[in-house]
Structures are given as structure tokens and as C-alpha cells.
């Protein structure tokens, strides 16, 4: 009997916990234009009704496949799909999320046709928690992609589709950057293919009260100057400084790699963003000079985290081994309108 065919495309949905709105993600991929797929659904150790809606599922199409985990985290879960997935195409998608009915076909079309792309992302259109278009989307520029990828993702997650031969051969998703996994993800797939945005809206992305801590988001921003690095030096022909990394680095190791040491030590400063950390921070450990010595390269986010830490320690220590004016002076610096409306807020 001949092997049996493999789908188009495999569909890679983790979930943990998301029986709120996940029968809703798989049924979207499941009414797909584009039937022949495999929706490979990664149960990362749920304890409420995920299980059971899964279950479900898989008994009325059988093309739903389970494969259940114990609390291993997105990135083991994000590979296991990666090892499993039969297809030759990947799309990815959130157990919060709707995909519209075309979406894989729209991107399958895509890919037939510019066989260098190895990662398509699209649009997506905003919902609140109960489904409803909050009139707003994310359209990122399908323009100057690398240009901008070099500095931030212009990608949405939920809406990329890639080629697993592509994905496979970069070594897929790295546990070393945590929260940014997918940045750095992107960056080495464009160092191997072309990378392109298909400029319509293939998703409905929801946005709910699940909010990111403040110290989720640091790690976020931190993985991502890790992952800028490290594609800044492959692009210039040099070994890949992260290769060796196998967990997230811990910002506060007394006996960081050359990698990531100067961004190690801007990062304990950008923590004191949280007031209690501000408050307790021995003197000797605030270094205005980690945040002075990198403003240039300073993104959005780590600008914000600077200027909360520089407000912080003006508002909360008067133990300071740096002067008030020079504090004072860095937060005009870091941007004086953003300044003068954080100093009127905290008074």
C-alpha cells in the first residue's frame, strides 16, 4: 500500500489552558477554503476543558491532531509542531484567534508563486474578548521588509506561513529567547530566503485582559537586542554569538558570555522600572553610565523602561551615586516631552 499523501499545509496551534475561544480557532482552520491540511494542536499540560474540546474535535474531523505535553513552554511546543508537521508548508495560529476562510489558501497561492519566499506574514483585523471588530488593524508595510526587520518584527505571529523545509534547516524555534522567539526565528529564516508580507487581512487577532507583566515584557525586548545581535554579526560574516545558548540569559549573572554583557548590564538598569526594584537597589548597583553609553541604540520600549528607571530613582532614593540633575538631564535626553508628562503624572 503506498504511503499515504501529505496535506498541503500543516496548521501548528499550542494552546495551554484556552478553552475560552479555542473550539472557535479550530473550527476557523477547519472551514478553510484549502481543506487538505493537518491542524497539529499542541496541548502544553492544560488542566481545564482543553482537553476535552479537543477530543471533541478529533473525533468529528480527522484532521485535527492532538499531541499533548506537559508544561514544556511555547518554544518546546512551537518545535514539537515543527517534528510532527508532514506538509512542506507551515501556518501558524493562536488558540485565541480566527483565521479567515482564505487565509491559507491566499497564502498558498503566494508561495506556489514565489517559490524564493520562505516566510509570509499578512494582516490582521482587531476583536475584544467577545468576538467583536474593535475597527482597528495591524497592516504592517510590506515594503523594505528587511530594512525594518532589522530593527523590530514586522511580523504578526498568528499570520505567518513558512516552509518547513526552510524552518527545519535554521533549527527552528530557540529556547535561549524567551518571549522573543519568534524575532529571532524571522531573522535567521531571511538570512536563508526571501521574506514577504501579503498585504491583506488573513486573521481576526484578538486582544483581551490577559496583559503583559512588565517583567514578561522587559524579557521580551531583552531577547530581542540579543536576536538583532546576533543577525547583525551573521549578516557581516561572523559566527553566530548565540549559537552556544541553550536557556534565556539571566541579565543579573555575575560572569556573563561577550555576547550579551553590555546588554546585561543596560537591562539591570531598565528593571528599575518597577518602583519596588528602584527602592531596593543597592547604590553601588546604579550604573546611569549602561543606559548612557547605548542611548543611541536604544529601541521604543527600552526607551520607555529607561525613562520609568530614571524617574523612579529621582522619585524613590536619595541615596544616589549620580546627581539628580545628571537623572534629570537623562530623561530630557530619552525624549523631554515624554519627560516633562511622566514628572507631571508622578507629582
Same mark, same amino acid.
Given at each position: 500500500?503506498?504511503?499515504?499523501?501529505?496535506?498541503?499545509?500543516?496548521?501548528?496551534?499550542?494552546?495551554?489552558?484556552?478553552?475560552?475561544?479555542?473550539?472557535?480557532?479550530?473550527?476557523?482552520?477547519?472551514?478553510?477554503?484549502?481543506?487538505?491540511? +493537518?491542524?497539529?494542536?499542541?496541548?502544553?499540560?492544560?488542566? /481545564?476543558?482543553?482537553?476535552?474540546? @479537543?477530543?471533541?474535535?478529533?473525533?468529528?474531523?480527522?484532521?485535527?491532531?492532538?499531541?499533548?505535553?506537559?508544561?514544556?513552554?511555547?518554544? =518546546?511546543?512551537?518545535? &514539537?509542531?515543527?517534528?510532527?508537521?508532514? =506538509?512542506?508548508?507551515?501556518?501558524?495560529?493562536? $488558540?485565541?484567534?480566527?483565521?479567515?476562510?482564505?487565509?491559507?489558501? &491566499?497564502?498558498?497561492? *503566494?508561495?506556489? =508563486?514565489?517559490?524564493?519566499?520562505? @516566510?509570509?506574514?499578512?494582516?490582521? +483585523?482587531?476583536?475584544?474578548?467577545?468576538?467583536?471588530?474593535?475597527? #482597528?488593524?495591524? #497592516?504592517?508595510?510590506?515594503?523594505?521588509?528587511?530594512?525594518?526587520?532589522?530593527?523590530?518584527?514586522?511580523?504578526?505571529?498568528?499570520?505567518?506561513?513558512?516552509?518547513?523545509?526552510?524552518?527545519?534547516?535554521?533549527?527552528? *524555534?530557540?529556547?535561549?529567547?524567551?518571549?522573543?522567539? /519568534?524575532?529571532?526565528?524571522?531573522?535567521?529564516? =531571511?538570512?536563508?530566503?526571501?521574506?514577504?508580507?501579503?498585504?491583506?487581512?488573513?486573521?481576526? *487577532?484578538?486582544?483581551?485582559?490577559?496583559?503583559?507583566?512588565?517583567?514578561?515584557?522587559?524579557?521580551?525586548?531583552?531577547?530581542?537586542?540579543?536576536?538583532?545581535?546576533?543577525?547583525?554579526?551573521?549578516?557581516?560574516?561572523?559566527?553566530?554569538?548565540? $549559537?552556544?545558548?541553550?536557556?534565556?540569559?539571566?541579565?543579573?549573572?555575575?560572569?556573563?558570555?561577550?555576547?550579551?554583557?553590555?546588554?546585561? &548590564?543596560?537591562?539591570?538598569?531598565?528593571?528599575?522600572?518597577?518602583?519596588?526594584?528602584?527602592?531596593?537597589?543597592?547604590?553601588?548597583?546604579?550604573?546611569?553610565?549602561?543606559?548612557?553609553?547605548?542611548?543611541?541604540?536604544?529601541? $521604543?520600549?527600552?526607551?520607555?523602561?529607561?525613562?520609568?528607571?530614571? @524617574?523612579?530613582?529621582?522619585?524613590?532614593?536619595? /541615596?544616589?551615586?549620580?546627581?539628580?540633575?545628571?537623572?534629570?538631564?537623562?530623561?530630557?535626553?530619552?525624549?523631554?516631552?515624554?519627560?516633562?508628562?511622566?514628572?507631571?503624572?508622578?507629582?
Amino acid at each position: 500500500m503506498p504511503p499515504e499523501r501529505p496535506p498541503q499545509v500543516s496548521v501548528i496551534l499550542p494552546v495551554r489552558d484556552g478553552q475560552r475561544w479555542l473550539r472557535e480557532a479550530v473550527d476557523s482552520v477547519l472551514a478553510q477554503t484549502l481543506t487538505d491540511l +493537518e491542524l497539529l494542536v499542541i496541548d502544553d499540560g492544560s488542566t /481545564d476543558a482543553t482537553p476535552a474540546i @479537543l477530543e471533541e474535535a478529533r473525533g468529528r474531523d480527522p484532521r485535527v491532531v492532538v499531541l499533548p505535553q506537559q508544561r514544556e513552554g511555547l518554544v =518546546a511546543a512551537l518545535n &514539537r509542531g515543527l517534528t510532527q508537521a508532514r =506538509a512542506p508548508l507551515i501556518a501558524r495560529l493562536d $488558540a485565541d484567534d480566527v483565521a479567515l476562510p482564505e487565509r491559507l489558501a &491566499r497564502q498558498c497561492d *503566494y508561495l506556489h =508563486a514565489h517559490p524564493d519566499v520562505v @516566510l509570509l506574514g499578512g494582516w490582521a +483585523e482587531i476583536i475584544d474578548a467577545h468576538g467583536a471588530l474593535s475597527g #482597528r488593524q495591524m #497592516r504592517p508595510g510590506p515594503e523594505r521588509l528587511r530594512e525594518t526587520l532589522a530593527k523590530k518584527s514586522p511580523f504578526i505571529h498568528p499570520t505567518v506561513m513558512f516552509r518547513a523545509e526552510a524552518a527545519r534547516r535554521v533549527g527552528g *524555534y530557540r529556547a535561549a529567547f524567551e518571549a522573543g522567539e /519568534d524575532y529571532d526565528f524571522w531573522l535567521r529564516l =531571511a538570512d536563508i530566503g526571501e521574506i514577504a508580507i501579503l498585504p491583506e487581512v488573513l486573521i481576526r *487577532y484578538r486582544e483581551h485582559g490577559g496583559s503583559v507583566t512588565r517583567t514578561r515584557e522587559l524579557r521580551q525586548i531583552y531577547s530581542a537586542r540579543l536576536a538583532k545581535l546576533a543577525g547583525a554579526a551573521r549578516n557581516s560574516g561572523r559566527p553566530d554569538p548565540s $549559537a552556544t545558548l541553550t536557556t534565556p540569559p539571566d541579565w543579573h549573572d555575575p560572569n556573563p558570555g561577550d555576547f550579551e554583557r553590555d546588554s546585561s &548590564r543596560l537591562y539591570r538598569m531598565l528593571e528599575l522600572a518597577d518602583p519596588a526594584l528602584a527602592r531596593a537597589a543597592p547604590a553601588s548597583a546604579i550604573d546611569l553610565a549602561a543606559i548612557t553609553s547605548q542611548r543611541s541604540t536604544l529601541t $521604543a520600549g527600552e526607551r520607555k523602561f529607561a525613562q520609568a528607571a530614571a @524617574l523612579n530613582l529621582l522619585r524613590e532614593r536619595r /541615596d544616589l551615586p549620580v546627581s539628580r540633575i545628571s537623572l534629570l538631564a537623562l530623561l530630557l535626553r530619552l525624549g523631554p516631552a515624554k519627560a516633562a508628562k511622566m514628572l507631571m503624572r508622578r507629582k
